[in-house]
């Protein structure tokens, strides 16, 4: 992190009151230099076609002309390319690719705010922050969950987020720590940018940032700081009377409540306090269930960051909070693997195998949590068997027997499923100390 940065960070953390002018002349060359240098050498280009290797072919001229254009506030955002992305049961997700340049002013943009904002977020806000992944995420929260006494948990998703953030909302939550006009009207031509879908057509957003977008994700965490973040904090958990954990992964959040009751009401209250900001529960995947170790009969499982939670049987004989991969996101790996080597059949198995090797491994490090390992192996054998018979469907003649291919398996040097995760972190989800 740059002098800079920390400066920022360290001004925010003494002054939670504090707000940020002459943001906008941070944005130098040496900014424009490292917020280029961050972004991912491979990523789809956007409706300029510039890919960071052209553009890196004469980095210095074109950083020099866009701090130019952003000096004399000729700086334009360009139309963001729309992909839509499959995620299984025919629906896909929305995904906005802005154009190089303004990937890079955005990278810039975005580091800006994570050094103010991340004096301000909550412990209890895991997504699109630095050393929190989702995987520790959920190992947090099952550990409250196992070792505080809330019995009942209300599970909520919020319906299309990303496209129903209210620009007038966001503006003012920014204001809280921006006093910069030049940088909130920069932020303001990247939510009003246009959006360019698929077939041509060009629409432009009244709400909503792009997701995939580099700035969205602050964006978003900002957004839901003020909007829930603190109403549960300082609203919901000091009005309960018992116990209350929670906590949030970018658009998805768990609250844990002691009293069914007191569940319910917050079901109730959520839906108006969303309202409020523009936004709404996606009802088929939003509720309050049973989740207790006193009462195991009527417990049900919930769905996390694409785990299922659910109470059973360590082999100590005593009930913990487990988690194992969703039904869902288990028979998606699947698919996608299928899908993916389809279209790479014909490719040399020796390049084939470093593919495969990368996703074996990805699979692993997230679903290897402890206590999941009957998936891992499920998962393992299905996919496996996916890739014998592509093989075997290169041409007409059977390429491999069971026996030769579980032979020629082993020389590609495919991870076995493994258990990644070790002892439990502790926990930052819990609002109120037990009594």
């Not at 906008?24 to 491979?42: H, K, P, T």
Request: with cysteine; hydrophobic share 40%.
């Amino acid at each position: 992190m740059s002098r800079t940065l920390l400066e920022l960070t360290a001004k925010a953390k003494r002054d939670s009151g504090y707000r940020f002018r002459s943001l906008y002349r941070e944005i130098d060359l040496r900014m424009l230099y490292d917020s280029f240098r961050l972004l991912r050498r491979q990523a789809a280009t956007g409706v300029d076609g510039v890919s960071y290797a052209e553009y890196e072919k004469d980095l210095d001229a074109n950083l020099r002309g866009l701090l130019e254009r952003l000096a004399n506030h000729r700086y334009r955002a360009r139309l963001v390319r729309r992909k839509h992305i499959a995620k299984g049961s025919g629906k896909t997700r929305p995904l906005g690719i802005p154009a190089l340049e303004d990937k890079i002013v955005q990278m810039s943009a975005r580091r800006l705010l994570d050094a103010i904002f991340e004096a301000d977020f909550s412990d209890n806000s895991m997504g699109y922050r630095a050393g929190r992944g989702a995987r520790d995420a959920s190992q947090r929260l099952a550990s409250e969950l196992f070792r505080g006494r809330c019995h009942w948990v209300v599970e909520a998703d919020i319906k299309g987020f990303f496209d129903n953030m209210d620009h007038d909302w966001l503006i003012r939550m920014l204001e809280q720590r921006v006093a910069d006009r030049h940088y909130i009207r920069l932020i303001r031509k990247w939510l009003k940018a246009g959006i360019m879908e698929e077939d041509g057509v060009v629409r432009n957003p009244t709400t909503g940032t792009p997701q995939g977008g580099i700035i969205s994700p602050i964006l978003a965490n900002i957004y839901l700081h003020y909007a829930l973040d603190l109403w549960v904090e300082r609203v919901v958990a000091k009005g309960c009377r018992g116990q209350v954990a929670y906590q949030r992964y970018a658009d998805d959040f768990v609250l844990g409540f002691e009293y069914g009751h007191e569940a319910e009401v917050f079901f109730v209250n959520l839906s108006s306090r969303l309202a409020k900001f523009g936004l709404s529960l996606a009802m088929g995947k939003s509720g309050v269930i049973r989740f207790s170790r006193l009462d195991p009969k009527r417990s049900r499982k919930f769905t996390y960051l694409g785990f299922d939670f659910y109470w059973a049987r360590a082999r100590s004989g005593k009930r913990t909070v487990k988690r194992r991969t969703s039904k869902k996101k288990f028979q998606g790996a699947l698919k996608a693997l299928k899908d993916w080597i389809r279209q790479e059949r014909s490719t040399p198995l020796k390049r084939l195998a470093r593919t495969l090797r990368a996703k074996f491994r990805g699979h692993f490090n997230y679903y290897g949590v402890i206590g999941n390992s009957p998936m891992l192996s499920q998962f393992f054998n299905a996919a496996r068997w996916i890739v014998y018979r592509a093989l075997n469907d290169r041409s007409q003649k059977k390429s491999y027997d069971w026996g030769g291919f579980k032979q020629m398996w082993k020389t590609l040097d495919i991870p076995n499923p493994k258990i990644i995760e070790r002892y439990p972190l502790p926990s930052r989800c819990q609002l109120q100390p037990s009594r």
